[in-house]
């Protein structure tokens, strides 16, 4: 519709060779007794007349194919609003069509990718229950759906459709997908025992399926497997010292023995070569020996101990635990040649150990001196960074008719 109000009617019209004034364009007459031969009958879809001030200011010929590749066109230009109102008039004058399946699930993600999640939603529901025997989109567009409740936070939703998923006929790969993406959604409600049995599931079936010449990249096998790293972190970080001395060591042993076992998962998730995951996971490594090195400065000491007692335990304290930095220190710059050997650029996780690695590296010369490691010299490395495996949970490409 223009900018200006416009009264907009749509008719069918029916031209042949004789006018037809009273039937419905969706039916056809009888010939006339006396008529020997078919009439030739040409059928014209949907026409819209603009009217201003009851007079009409355009006509326009709808054409159901030139419809459908303009809003393709549009989506494929990142045009979703534009692309989401073709995709409503095929659905309104053409409800009928075979293209009424495609139009409605890519009206979805034009929604979704515009980051209208709530009528997002409201059309992948609208979608599976229209559309019941269109199995593999109905699985789709529940894909679909869960994300955009990840999207607004509302992870017991995401869950519930992923349970239904999960209860379904899915291939290897969706399961996989479907697996970390509920431990993922568990994980966000702090329901950390209902989530690590899911993402150990989804690594194990992503485990199984390797071949050794062959390795295959998954997304979420690397989501999976970082999570029950942080899920271990978690417990680490939570873990405070307090008096007396015994407790003290057996919180000392509790955060050491976290701190190893999260490693060991970060590093599987390493092996796994997804690029994305890998740089978080090395990243909070560094993290979890720099929270190390603070936990223990800011422990309680034994309250018999004088002033002077207190700044020589302190002082010898910092000097034990500076090991702690001095790890953190070459897992932040590990993380960094690995970006740059992948080819990586502003991406989350790459700044954030940036922004750590500077921070740390100052505070560590203004202490304890040089650093463990010459420092890196600025020389570009080629990119070589692998190729991400396609999620088999869809992407945010429009369906093809």
């Not at 009958?41 to 326009?60: A, D, T």
């Not at 990142?78 to 890519?106: C, D, E, G, V």
Request: net charge positive; glycine share 2%.
């Amino acid at each position: 519709m223009n900018a200006w109000s416009l009264k907009t009617f749509v008719v069918w019209i029916v031209l042949g060779g004789h006018s037809i004034p009273s039937q419905r364009a969706n039916q056809r007459t009888s010939p006339s007794p006396r008529t020997t031969r078919t009439q030739p009958v040409l059928r014209l879809g949907p026409m819209l007349f603009h009217v201003k001030q009851g007079k009409v200011k355009r006509v326009e010929q709808l054409d159901l194919k030139e419809l459908y590749q303009v809003s393709a066109k549009l989506y494929q230009q990142k045009k979703y609003r534009t692309a989401i109102q073709l995709y409503k008039r095929i659905l309104k004058y053409f409800p009928k069509s075979t293209y009424r399946y495609a139009a409605l699930y890519n009206l979805g993600l034009a929604y979704e990718n515009s980051k209208q999640y709530t009528k997002a939603i409201k059309t992948y529901r609208s979608f599976i229950q229209k559309h019941p025997k269109q199995k593999a989109d109905v699985r789709h567009a529940r894909f679909r759906m869960a994300s955009c409740y990840e999207e607004r936070k509302e992870w017991q939703q995401a869950f519930q459709i992923y349970d239904v998923l999960l209860q379904k006929d899915l291939s290897t790969d969706d399961r996989i997908d479907a697996l970390a993406a509920a431990g993922r959604a568990m994980f966000k409600q702090k329901r950390y025992a209902q989530a690590r049995p899911l993402l150990r599931l989804a690594v194990v079936l992503h485990t199984r399926r390797q071949k050794p010449k062959k390795p295959i990249i998954s997304e979420a096998a690397a989501m999976a497997q970082y999570y029950r790293g942080r899920s271990l972190d978690l417990r680490f970080r939570r873990r405070k010292f307090n008096l007396p001395v015994a407790q003290l060591k057996k919180d000392l042993d509790y955060k050491a023995g976290h701190l190893l076992k999260a490693q060991h998962q970060y590093f599987a998730t390493v092996r796994l070569r997804h690029s994305d995951w890998a740089l978080a996971a090395v990243y909070r490594i560094g993290e979890m020996y720099e929270k190390m090195y603070l936990d223990m400065m800011k422990a309680p000491y034994p309250k018999d101990l004088k002033p002077m007692e207190i700044r020589i335990y302190r002082e010898e304290l910092r000097k034990r635990v500076k090991i702690l930095l001095d790890k953190a220190l070459v897992a932040y710059r590990h993380n960094l040649q690995l970006a740059q050997r992948i080819g990586i650029a502003n991406n989350r996780w790459q700044t954030l150990t940036q922004q750590r690695f500077q921070a740390l590296l100052d505070f560590y010369v203004k202490n304890f001196g040089k650093p463990p490691f010459a420092l890196p010299t600025s020389r570009p490395a080629p990119s070589t960074r692998p190729t991400k495996a396609p999620s088999s949970r869809p992407t945010s490409q429009p369906a093809q008719q």
